[in-house]
Every structure is written in C-alpha cells, then in structure tokens.
T-cell receptor, first 114, second 110 residues
Framework: DGGITQSPKYLFRKEGQNVTLSCEQN?????MYWYRQDPGQGLRLIYY???????QKGDIAEGYSVSREKKESFPLTVTSAQKNPTAFYLC?????????????FGSGTQLSVL | GQSLEQPSEVTAVEGAIVQINCTYQ??????LSWYQQHDGGAPTFLSY????GLEETGRFSSFLSRSDSYGYLLLQELQMKDSASYFC???????????FGGGTRLMVKP
C-alpha cells in the first residue's frame, strides 16, 4: 500500500543531543514537508523540499536541519540548538504543483525532552 | 506572509449542522483547503476551493468568497466521530507551501 511512514512514533531527547526523525514515502511524490504541531495549536512549517538535493526553510527552521538525498526520504534532525523541541512532528508529501490541493500526511512522531 | 483566523472551539449536538469559519490574509492566493485531525492522529484532507462558491462532498461542504477573503466548512448530520480539530489552510504565491490556521476543535455531544 502506498503511503508515508514516519518513525519512530515516540522519541525522547536528552539535553544537548541531536535526534533524527525519519520520513519515507512510496507515493512517488516530488514535494515533501515537515510541520511542527504544539498542543492545541495549528501546524507550522519547518522545511520543505520540491526536488532531490534541494530544500527550503519554512517559518520555524531555526534549530532544525534536513536532507533530501533520495526522492523517497526526507529526514529531519532536531539539533541541540532547538531549545524547546517537545512537539508533534508531521511529515507530508504531494505531487509537484499540487501543494495547495492536497497534502498526504504521515502518522507523526511525538518528541519529548527527558 | 499569510495569516488565518478560525474559532478555537465549537460545540454541537449529534444530527445538527455546524459551520466553521475561516478568514485569511495573504500576499497571494492559491486556494483554501480544509483538513480534519483526530486527537493524536494525522491530518486528513477534506476539501479544496480554488474558485468562489460551494463544493459539496457527502455530508461536508466548503465555501469560498475570494472578495471577502473568507471561507467556511459546513458539516451536516453531525456524528460523534466528527469530533475532531478542523484546520483551514492557504497556499503561498507560488503554490509551494501551505500555511495552516490554528484549528477549530469541534465537540459533538449526544
């Protein structure tokens, strides 16, 4: 079945540690996105990528990094510079040019600080 | 930049009709989308309006007025499973990214 897989479902970070959230899709979508969601809040864009080896900052990119070495994969690293990383992280994808019409989301990763 | 406003919470009874409003301010407009998210789950796409008017999909309808920078999601024959958060979203100038509103939490009571 086609879809977007995020792992792990739950992740704990120690202070000063970098952690990486995985996002893989087999929908053959060109564009991929990372959103952060805080409790009771909307989704805020961290990074997005429309093509392999290229990505753009969203509204809240500070303290995060991404890579897009393969079309199927768009991992997000939460660095130690992100001082308030506890949140629900959602990965999404869509065919190029269809962003406004429909995003497909993964099931999310809940990141907490120990 | 883009900003969207929607009510934070709406309560309705089972079987009723509820309307969730969304007003937006954008530097460019590429359509208004709606997403549903149950607690702890992923957002799922509900509807998309690029042009003025009403789009109907089963019990859900979405309306857009570009001149008023306003849209709404209409849910009919409410069911308990409709209890969720609903988000409106607009695209940027180039249609490369979506900006989401803060979400409306809908509680359906028996």
């Amino acid at each position: 079945d086609g879809g977007i897989t995020q792992s792990p479902k739950y992740l704990f970070r120690k202070e000063g540690q970098n952690v990486t959230l995985s996002c893989e899709q087999n929908l053959n979508h060109d564009a991929m996105y990372w959103y952060r969601q805080d409790p009771g809040q909307g989704l805020r864009l961290i990074y997005y990528s429309q093509i392999v080896n290229d990505f753009q900052k969203g509204d809240i990119a500070e303290g995060y990094s991404v890579s897009r070495e393969k079309k199927e994969s768009f991992p997000l690293t939460v660095t130690s510079a992100q001082k308030n990383p506890t949140a629900f992280y959602l990965c999404a994808s869509t065919p190029l040019g269809a962003t406004n019409e429909k995003l497909f989301f993964g099931s999310g990763t809940q990141l907490s600080v120990l | 930049g883009q900003s969207l406003e929607q009510p934070s919470e709406v309560t309705a009874v089972e079987g009723a009709i509820v309307q969730i409003n969304c007003t937006y301010q954008t530097s460019g407009f590429y359509g208004l989308s709606w997403y549903q998210q149950h607690d702890g789950g992923a957002p799922t796409f509900l509807s998309y309006n690029a042009l003025d008017g009403l789009e109907e999909t089963g019990r859900f309808s979405s309306f857009l007025s570009r001149s008023d920078s306003y849209g709404y999601l209409l849910l009919q024959e409410l069911q308990m499973k409709d209890s969720a958060s609903y988000f409106c979203a607009v695209g940027d100038n180039a249609g490369n990214m979506l900006t989401f509103g803060g979400g409306t939490r809908l509680m359906v009571k028996p």
